[in-house]
């Protein structure tokens, strides 16, 4: 009898140590390196930058409340002959029609920063096809050309958002350069921050009625064409035809992921 005890407790000791070597194994390759890189990649991401062999760079304006500044933003990009990206909610077109024509009217790409700033995460795809729609019509509507990119409001966005804005035939849009000018940084704070951390490819987040922005922006574009940069809208940042995500959501040729 107690052979027979002995030799169940040896069986149960080696199960217990195979379960044990089995969920370490699992463990290790889920945990591993190309496991992580593998899940991170399907991820859906917005396009935070752009992958380019020249020095190139957008500057964008979101517009969603106040229009105090948006005719002197205008008249010192105009100053500058750059042309810029402004991402526009469907109720400040609603607002201020004037505005929207007049940044059409100077050469500057109108985009759609949503209907109504809502959070997007928490919309169905039926709700913020929706949304976008009636933003696009109304943009449309101003200047007659309907948007193709698309940046969440407080820059919010899952999987779902960005696979149905994909499928809309828009680009979902977010930046690696942030100002901060919102939060009423100085005008040298708010260089310091974008001329800082700007590289090739990169997507410049500002905001109309900003306190210091106008102020800023002179200095910033200054330094960026000292510095060999060339300034474009993020249309035409963008790479054409076949392109990757990597998983900072930087937008690369094939194969250099």
């Known amino acids: 009898m107690n052979i027979k005890r002995s030799i169940k407790r040896h069986r149960k000791l080696a199960g217990g140590v195979s379960l044990l070597l089995g969920i370490a194994a699992i463990f290790m390759i889920v945990c591993s390196p190309l496991a992580v890189r593998a899940s991170s990649t399907t991820r859906k991401l917005p396009v935070y930058c752009v992958q380019r062999d020249d020095k190139c760079v957008s500057l964008t304006f979101d517009a969603a409340w106040g229009n105090e500044d948006t005719q002197e933003l205008i008249d010192i990009l105009a100053k500058y002959n750059v042309k810029a ?41 039926e709700e913020i096809v929706k949304n976008l729609n009636a933003c696009n019509d109304k943009i449309e509507g101003v200047t007659g050309v309907r948007p193709t990119l698309f940046r969440c409001p407080y820059g919010e966005y899952d999987d779902h958002v960005v696979s149905t804005v994909t499928d809309m035939g828009m680009y979902t849009m977010q930046w690696d350069v942030d100002s901060l000018d919102w939060k009423d940084l100085s005008a040298s704070d708010i260089n310091k921050r974008v001329t ?11 905001h109309n009625a900003a306190l210091h922005t106008p102020e800023a922006l002179p200095g910033i574009i200054e330094f960026l064409f000292a510095n060999g940069y060339t300034i474009v809208p993020v249309s035409e940042l963008l790479l054409t035809g076949d392109f990757e995500m990597d998983h900072t959501g930087r937008m690369c040729k094939p194969g250099t992921a």
């Open 85 to 125: 990206t402004f991402f526009v909610v469907g109720d400040w077109v609603d607002k201020y029609p004037e505005s929207v024509k007049a940044l059409s009217d100077a050469g500057h790409e109108v985009m759609s920063h949503s209907n109504d700033h809502a959070h997007f995460s928490k919309l169905s795809s």
């Open 196 to 206: 800082g951390n700007v590289q090739s490819g990169s997507i410049v987040l500002f």
